[in-house]
């Protein structure tokens, strides 16, 4: 006894100051039986895993547990939005006040109110899907953090690709049967940025269609195809394909003429793969060669095999899921970002703890080591190293996301790659070993010889120019959305970045 005492003396062992595991919590509002790609049974495996990594990287120094909240019984986001802040209320209050704890939520799941509760509680809210930059902003929610674009991001992405191809006349087709809300937020989103001096010389139109509504589908092809030769498919794929048919069958379809944007936030089935259009009949393949198909580009997820498996296996044990062949766990990035936000909250925790003294006896309370504010100071223009991949956060709280921009080979009968849209930077990098192969060799015109109808400019029948000199001055069309801010000023906008070779 004596010679134990005598070499804990000469080691400079103090006894007194050894401290226990230092707790925190993380507290997910991450709905459970919803239709939805961000719904536990996808990213409730990412969780798990990401407790159980942390515990084990930081042993002895933290411990962390998560807790999940949710309504069994909801079905819908709407019902969600409702229950999700109130249980997080009731939970946080009695359970976690005075706590070191972060908040996880997606936009389906009280994601208005949420940010919110957190800036009253000073703790920290991770959003591991895209939200509106109203929700996430350093004025409105100063401890909620981005995990994902902004609607806004994804809607300049569109933006700047039709610029490059001089494309300033678009239609947005919007499903309105959709269950999710990401087409509808996209193209509000769209809306928005219509308003500021980038975006303003745009013509954006819109409505919306049911596909179980024949006539309403109909008008929608109609409406788009009198207003311009872009239009963007806001539906999941499988719908976006059914819509190209119509327009064909319709007798609206002009090969070489127009153009279809499919805009999906990942490649899970409640979205629509790109490999639905492979292997098309026949009938398909001009449309398809006319197709444009744009996703969340996942750079490092395919890199850590280790990692899949682990979030595969924890998918199938705890909620028996499995995403459909050829998809990772990380090549979802509601999926990948659930994991990342775990483990984001642990590291600046640590480095937290590092930057306080830890005296003799010394018990951190959590409003010095895990305030949300002092958290989210740590982590802005900062880039941080984990087992899915570096993650970048940037001034304004959010991490990026890039999109790939695939389009259909005709030899191939299936979609390559042929651009990384790199947020960041606001710009399309083209694969300079992959050409886009247009219909007719080059891109569609933003409007074409003979104007929308077919009846304008060389086409335009005799004796009618009084009448459509009445007609532009009369009024403009009545549509979901529109902005036409045109002015000589603007007119360098429209000469676009060089567009990639064509065949």
Same mark, same amino acid.
């Given at each position: 006894m004596w010679i134990f005492c005598l070499i804990c003396l000469f080691?400079?062992?103090?006894?007194?100051?050894?401290?226990s595991p230092f707790d925190l919590e993380i507290i997910s509002i991450i709905p459970c039986n919803i239709s939805v790609g961000?719904?536990?049974?996808?990213?409730?495996a990412a969780l798990r895993v990401a407790e159980d990594a942390v515990n084990a990287e930081f042993l002895g120094r933290l411990n962390l547990t998560v807790t999940l909240l949710y309504q069994e019984t909801d079905r819908v986001c709407e019902d969600t939005d409702a229950h999700a802040p109130l249980l997080l209320a009731e939970y &946080?209050?009695?359970?976690?006040?005075?706590? =070191?704890v972060a908040v996880v939520g997606s936009a389906c799941g009280g994601l208005s109110i949420a940010p919110f509760l957190a800036k009253e509680w000073d703790v920290l809210l991770f959003s591991n899907s895209l939200v509106a930059s109203t929700s996430i902003s350093q004025t409105v929610s100063p401890t909620s953090i981005g995990m994902v674009a902004s609607y806004?991001?994804?809607?300049?992405?569109?933006?700047?690709?039709? $610029?490059?191809?001089?494309?300033?006349?678009?239609?947005?087709l919007l499903d309105a049967a959709a269950a999710t809300d990401f087409y509808f937020q996209v193209c509000q989103s769209t809306k928005?940025?219509?308003?500021?001096?980038?975006?303003?010389?745009?013509?954006?139109?819109?409505? $919306?269609?049911?596909?179980?509504?024949?006539?309403?589908?109909?008008?929608?092809?109609?409406?788009?195809?009198?207003?311009?030769?872009?239009?963007v498919m806001m539906s999941h794929t499988s719908v976006a394909i059914k819509l190209m048919r119509f327009l064909k069958t319709d007798r609206l379809f002009i090969p070489g003429d127009q153009v279809f944007v499919v805009l999906q936030p990942t490649q899970q089935a409640a979205y629509g793969a790109v490999s639905l259009f492979d292997n098309p009949d026949v009938f398909?393949?001009?449309?398809?060669?006319?197709?444009? &198909?744009?996703?969340? &580009?996942?750079?490092?997820?395919?890199?850590?095999?280790k990692l899949n498996q682990q979030l595969a296996a924890k998918s199938q044990e705890l909620y028996g899921t499995a995403l459909q062949t050829g998809l990772q766990p990380l090549d979802v990035y509601l999926i990948r970002e659930t994991y990342n936000s775990v483990r984001l909250f642990a590291a600046l925790v640590n480095d937290s703890l590092d930057s306080q003294p830890w005296d003799n006896n010394t018990i951190h309370s959590a409003d010095s080591v895990c305030g949300g504010g002092r958290l989210r100071s740590l982590m802005t223009n900062r880039t941080f190293r984990f087992p899915s991949g570096p993650v970048f956060i940037d001034a304004n709280g &959010? $991490?990026?996301?890039?999109l790939l921009l695939y389009t259909f080979h005709p030899k191939t009968l299936s979609f390559q790659v042929v651009s990384r849209y790199d947020a960041i930077l606001q710009r399309y990098l083209?694969?300079?070993?992959?050409?886009?192969?247009?219909?007719?060799?080059?891109?569609?015109?933003?409007?074409?010889? =003979?104007?929308?109808?077919?009846?304008?400019?060389?086409c335009l029948p005799q004796g009618s120019c009084a009448m459509l000199v009445a007609r532009k001055h009369g009024g403009s069309f009545t549509t979901l959305w529109s902005a036409e801010k045109r002015s000589n000023s603007d007119s360098s906008k429209s000469k676009a970045a060089t567009p990639p070779r064509t065949i």
């Open positions: 080691s400079g062992v103090n006894l007194a100051n050894v401290h961000v719904a536990l049974p996808f990213t409730g &946080y209050n009695k359970k976690a006040l005075g706590r =070191c806004e991001s994804i809607a300049a992405s569109l933006l700047n690709l039709f $610029r490059i191809f001089q494309w300033l006349h678009v239609t947005m928005t940025l219509l308003l500021t001096e980038q975006f303003s010389d745009f013509r954006v139109d819109g409505t $919306r269609f049911t596909l179980a509504d024949t006539p309403s589908v109909h008008e929608a092809l109609k409406f788009a195809n009198a207003r311009s030769r872009v239009f398909d393949v001009e449309l398809f060669r006319s197709t444009l &198909y744009l996703t969340t &580009y996942v750079a490092t997820g395919g890199g850590f095999p &959010y $991490r990026h996301t890039d083209w694969d300079q070993n992959v050409s886009i192969e247009w219909l007719t060799g080059k891109p569609p015109l933003d409007i074409p010889p =003979c104007g929308f109808s077919g009846n304008e400019g060389p």
